[in-house]
């Protein structure tokens, strides 16, 4: 059918649109705070009440309880599942996302009250989990809206999975899709998420590939409790000495990870490969719009854009157990924990990443001559993801692109996580793609988070019609 009804709808009913968004941020979701975890089930239970009015059958699965780092336990926030049509004549689509949220305080910084969602006189929709990743998932309830008014049935399938902790670690979803996998997915044919953006912020993109994360610990302990420095400076073993000292081993100014045998893994650049970064819509100041700063390592696109997709990088995030406050206090942490991550790419395995940090740390450490005890722990490991671009499930999403935007997408891949892209992929064996409804300015886990009015509704334009193209392509078309 011509998407034309469908386009004139969802145009009429920005407003609406937009307040069903506002109701969502209001809700403030964050998962990783304890005292919010009543929020995020009241977020479970606002996407619920609006699938069930929508028409949709709706399931929550219990994922378990998860343990704080007190020792208490807390319940996880469900994992909302719903139907939207079940004709076996039709293709079905799994769609992902998340309802929790990235912590969020005026005081950070916002220009705004981060949990109410404020349009400013550029069209931007302000407030914490706009872009990320509430937008995306109301998208959908919007289509499901849109074709319910109009009269028109769905041209596929829809099966919906929405969790609330995929900001902290996504836990328990593993089990539930490995569970899921021969039944509730068991129809499943292809999967699309949106959670990604934009490469820059003037043309659409599908992305088909990201990096892995593995994340450590290093603590390093001595004193049986912090220290006076005038009364023991000078005479003991400093925790804090020997964690700058190790950590100052670990990468280069210039954003080489300086430990040995880490690049050995990394696929080869080929031929192929290289031409697939040939006029991507991506310019220079788009980065240092998005960093706030001209502080680039790399001075071509094209490298920035290989440093960021195709090359591992190691981040240093911070420092538990030592003095942070302002002002000054002349103690001495008995105990530090260094925290940092590697981003990874194909081929490397997380076991041989953890394997090799490991040893350097030890030899480091070893250099010190410290009489204080090391401890080095991953306490997560994400393998990175890779999907096949020239799959029917790609191209469905690359005519709709053009349908909505009147543009070829640009073909990219990310350097952030999402493990759950890998978690559907190897456990359905189907495949995967990422279709961004944001710019790459967004600001997801920033301040001042947004998504352009425009971004949001043209977004519902686009998986609407990425829906009907699925319906209509064949599935072995490539």
């Not at 920005?14 to 929020?39: N, Y």
């Not at 722990?377 to 349908?403: D, I, L, Q, R």
Request: hydrophobic letters at 35%; charged letters at 25%.
């Amino acid at each position: 059918m011509s998407v034309a009804k469908f386009f004139d709808y969802v145009e009429a009913h920005q407003s609406d649109f937009i307040d069903r968004l506002r109701k969502a941020v209001e809700i403030p979701s964050v998962s990783s705070e304890a005292a919010r975890r009543q929020d995020v089930v009241r977020m479970s239970e606002f996407l619920v009440n609006e699938l069930e009015a929508l028409g949709a059958s709706v399931e929550t699965r219990d994922v378990g309880m998860q343990k704080m780092h007190d020792g208490t336990t807390l319940k996880l926030p469900p994992v909302v599942l719903a139907t939207y049509g079940n004709d076996p004549a039709k293709k079905t689509v799994l769609v992902y996302g998340h309802y929790d949220v990235q912590p969020a305080l005026k005081e950070d910084g916002w220009n705004t009250d981060p949990f109410t969602l404020v349009e400013d006189e550029e069209g931007r929709l302000l407030g914490r989990g706009s872009t990320d990743d509430k937008g995306p998932i109301l998208g959908w309830l919007n289509v499901i809206e849109a074709h319910k008014a109009l009269g028109l049935e769905l041209p596929v399938n829809l099966k919906m999975c929405f969790e609330g902790m995929e900001e902290s670690g996504s836990e328990g979803l593993d089990d539930l899709i490995l569970l899921e996998a021969k039944k509730y997915f068991a129809d499943v044919d292809v999967v699309c998420i949106s959670d990604n953006y934009w490469l820059g912020t003037t043309k659409p993109c599908l992305t088909y590939g990201l990096r892995g994360v593995s994340y450590f610990h290093l603590s390093i302990k001595g004193p049986g409790r912090d220290l006076h420095s005038g009364v023991f400076g000078g005479t003991v073993h400093e925790p804090m000495t020997d964690l700058f000292a190790v950590m100052s081993n670990l990468v280069a100014p210039n954003g080489k990870i300086l430990i040995p045998g880490i690049y050995d893994q990394v696929a080869p650049l080929t031929e192929e490969e290289e031409r697939t970064y040939d006029n991507l819509a991506f310019q220079m100041h788009e980065l240092h719009s998005a960093v706030g700063s001209e502080v680039n390592i790399y001075d071509s696109e094209r490298d920035i854009l290989q440093h960021r997709w195709r090359y591992p990088s190691l981040s240093i995030h911070g420092v538990e157990g030592a003095f942070y406050n302002a002002g000054d206090k002349t103690v001495v942490p008995a105990k530090v924990i260094g925290k940092f991550s590697i981003r990874s790419v194909p081929d490397m395995e997380p076991e041989k990443i953890t394997e090799l940090v490991k040893k350097h740390i030890e030899s480091e450490f070893a250099k010190l001559n410290s009489k204080n005890t090391l401890n080095i722990e991953c306490s997560h490991a994400g393998k990175p993801w890779f999907a096949t671009p020239n799959h029917w499930n790609y191209v469905a999403a690359a005519k709709a692109v053009e349908k909505v935007f009147n543009v070829k997408p640009d073909m990219t891949r990310e350097g952030g996580s999402i493990p759950v892209t890998l978690s559907f992929q190897d456990a359905l064996n189907k495949n995967v793609l990422l279709l961004p409804m944001g710019r790459g300015d967004d600001g997801a886990h920033s301040i001042n988070e947004k998504l352009d009015r425009s971004n949001y509704i043209q977004g519902i334009k686009l998986l609407g019609t990425y829906l009907h193209e699925i319906a209509e392509i064949k599935a072995d078309e490539n």
